[in-house]
């Protein structure tokens, strides 16, 4: 088992492009979650989902859409790139709900110039 | 307003030395806390605690919460290289969603 996987690992994007982070996940989990995590800042959720076609709005969703629509993937959007989305996103899934484990793919490091 | 805070923010030791962190929280309708172990990139799963004065333990690692102080701690005996590393601390509310805390930076020398 591959776990949670992200792709891209690094990518570098100017003020206003836009990109799409994928997490898969082979483990059956219900739950997914996008994280951001800057210095000094610890993780912050973003958007997460309870199950396939739903999503739901974390602690720090503005700028960015995510779309559940298969069960193993989870995609995070970001429409119009800021210098404040530099950050590393991360991805966990977890088998019902945030209480139980979350297994985390290995990030995604993003800069926006 | 929900928080958690880790304390102390950054840590140097030896090897063979005995950690305490420290995790305190402020959570409405608290459900649990979890620690993670982050080294150089996806956050690893140590414990879980739901329930005060029961001490999970694996290997040199153990972890009790004080429901009625709210606070938690990781205690990491015998230290060595491979423990250094960030340890986050957890708190699930009654919803599906995680608050983080900084995270105590453990560095371990030789």
């Known amino acids: 088992n591959a776990g949670v996987t992200q792709t891209p690992k690094f990518r570098v994007l100017k003020t206003g492009q836009s990109m799409t982070l994928l997490c898969a996940q082979d483990m059956n989990h219900e739950y997914m979650y996008w994280y951001r995590q800057d210095p000094g800042m610890g993780l912050r959720l973003i958007h997460y989902s309870v199950g396939e076609g739903t999503t739901a709005k974390g602690e720090v969703p503005d700028g960015y859409n995510v779309s559940r629509l298969k069960k193993q993937n989870f995609l995070l959007g970001l429409e119009s790139a800021a210098p404040s989305q530099t950050s590393v996103y991360f991805c966990?899934?977890?088998?019902?709900?945030?209480?139980?484990?979350?297994?985390f793919g290995p990030g995604t490091r993003l800069t926006v110039l | 307003e929900d928080k958690v805070v880790q304390s102390p923010l950054s840590l140097v030791v030896h090897e063979g030395d005995t950690v305490t962190l420290n995790c305190s929280y402020e959570v409405t309708n608290f459900r649990s806390l979890l620690w993670y172990k982050q080294e150089k990139k996806a956050p690893t799963f140590l414990f879980m605690l739901?329930?005060?004065?029961i001490e999970k333990k694996s290997g040199r690692l153990s972890s009790i919460l004080d429901k009625k102080e709210l606070f938690s701690i990781l205690n990491i005996t015998a230290t060595q290289t491979g423990d250094s590393a960030v340890y986050l601390c957890a708190v699930r509310r009654n919803t599906d969603k995680l608050i983080f805390g900084t995270g105590t930076r453990l560095q371990v020398f030789p």
């Open positions: 966990a899934s977890s088998v019902a709900g945030a209480g139980n484990e979350q297994f």
């Open positions: 739901t329930s005060s004065g």
